[in-house]
């Protein structure tokens, strides 16, 4: 199938030449236009993509940062909303294929086929110029939210909130395990639960710092997938 003027539009923006433009065209294919091949597979891989990508930018960006602020920093980045933000910079709504329910709906301009476009998409130029290609292009439209990672304004309980959200589950509960230490030196131990059974502890001087701590260890531990 030859790409029509839409999707050779966002192939300009992307600013990458397509050897196999079909990857393209499945990439902007949604699952309601049964009559082709969708973008579901390739949205799987490019999630890993662009998990790997942004891993690797933030390691390099800040040397000095730990595991669970590295974990919040790459859940902001890769979430499903950050993605479609990236997707309608780009104008890829304005390519994507689907069946006319969609497309009666404003199926262009909602959140998670953005977001999954945009995961497509980079596996479609992940695919076609290797990870090289994908690497340039998902530094390049991402650009200033990297390095403004560093200085991430979602704290980690609003971020595994985020995080829950996104997958359909209710808000994590923080359960108080223990207080250890005098009256003057307080060891508090939390708990953060997930409604689907995983959860993790923290500790810290006081209760809402062993939050934030147990937080960011559960979100470490978490699959990265908005």
Known sequence: MKPGRAVEAVAARL?????????????????????????QRLEFLGDRVLGLVIAEALLAA???????????????LVRKETCAEVAAELGIGTGLRMGRSEMLTGGRRKTALLGDAMEAVIAAVYLDG??????????DVWGERITGANVVTHDAKTALQEWAQARGLPPPEYV???????????????????????????????????????????????????
């Open 130 to 139: 290797g990870y090289d290609a994908a690497r340039r292009l998902i530094l």
């Open 62 to 76: 800040d040397p000095t940062a730990q595991e669970g602020a590295l974990a919040t920093r790459l859940n902001a």
């Open 15 to 39: 600013g990458h030449r397509f050897a196999r433009p079909e990857l393209l065209i499945e990439a902007l294919t949604h699952p309601s236009l049964a009559t082709s091949a969708h973008n």
């Open 176 to 226: 108080d395990v223990s207080r250890d230490g005098p009256d003057h030196a307080p060891v508090f131990r939390v708990a953060a639960r997930l409604a689907d059974g995983r959860a993790a502890e923290g500790e810290a001087s006081s209760k809402r710092a062993a939050q934030q701590a147990a937080a960011e260890t559960l979100l470490a531990s978490l699959e990265v997938k908005p």
